[in-house]
């Protein structure tokens, strides 16, 4: 069964950093690109980040731009966002999701979503 | 990065045909065919629907359609159903500040 599990979510006050992890299973992880995505309570998704099937290209949405790092360990199956400088509005539910086509860039639909990890911010 | 533009809410009744829309510009849905339309019910994760404007992935209804004119994508929802009530969300890579993805801001589906 193709699976995303995400963790590290968590209460930390503006300024703070945080890891987010998701643990890939059921499917051949070094063949798609990767991408977060999150959801503010009550609100509309929000793609974060994209990172290539390789890991050697990265893509951000401004809002995160220099306070976000994606990264992947293909070894490992894992894919992983470090937050850092984190501020209110980050406020969100962050999934992780796997793009459709076995292609290098997350520039296609995702179509394998994880339950999500909540990361709260406030002081 | 603006987000592309959606209507709030439709509604139809069950049986017919709905089309929600998706505006974007000439740096992203006008760009390339990488439109994507989800489905997501309350408390679920987003279910992928569409992705290249109009491919659907194994599983998914034909009665989900997408489309592209221009700077504006469509997904039209044929013989609707009371499960077709839900949020529905676009999406476009974009180039116009550094290559990334957007979304709309969702639209209400709501089945009378």
């Known amino acids: 069964e193709v699976q995303l599990l995400e963790s590290g979510g968590g209460l930390v006050q503006p300024g703070g950093s945080l890891r987010l992890s998701c643990a890939a299973s059921g499917f051949t992880f070094d063949n798609y690109a990767m991408s977060w995505v999150c959801q503010a309570p009550g609100k509309g998704l929000e793609w974060v980040s994209g990172?290539?099937?390789?890991?050697?290209?990265?893509y951000y949405a401004d809002s995160v731009k220099g306070r976000f790092t994606i990264s992947r360990d293909n070894s490992k199956n894992m894919l992983y966002l470090q937050m850092n400088s984190l501020r209110v509005e980050d406020t969100a539910v962050y999934y992780c999701?796997?793009?459709?086509?076995?292609?290098?860039?997350?520039?296609?639909?995702?179509?394998?979503w994880g339950q999500g990890t909540t990361v709260t911010v406030s002081s | 990065q603006s987000a592309l533009t959606q209507p709030a809410s439709v509604s139809g009744s069950p049986g017919q045909s709905i089309t929600i829309s998706c505006t974007g510009t000439?740096?992203?849905?006008?760009?390339?065919?990488?439109v994507s339309w989800y489905q997501q019910h309350p408390g679920e994760v987003p279910k992928l629907i569409i992705s290249?404007?109009?491919d659907r992935p194994s599983g998914v209804s034909n009665r989900f359609t997408g489309s592209k004119s221009g700077n504006t994508a469509s997904l039209t929802i044929s013989g609707l159903q009371a499960e077709d009530e839900a949020d529905y969300y676009c999406s476009s890579y974009t180039i116009s500040s550094s290559a990334s993805v957007i979304f709309g801001g969702g639209t209400k589906l709501t089945v009378l």
């Open positions: 999701a796997k793009v459709w086509r076995p292609n290098g860039s997350p520039v296609h639909g995702m179509d394998v």
């Open positions: 000439s740096s992203d849905v006008g760009a390339y065919n990488y």
């Open positions: 290249d404007v109009t």
């Open positions: 990172i290539s099937s390789g890991g050697v290209s990265t």
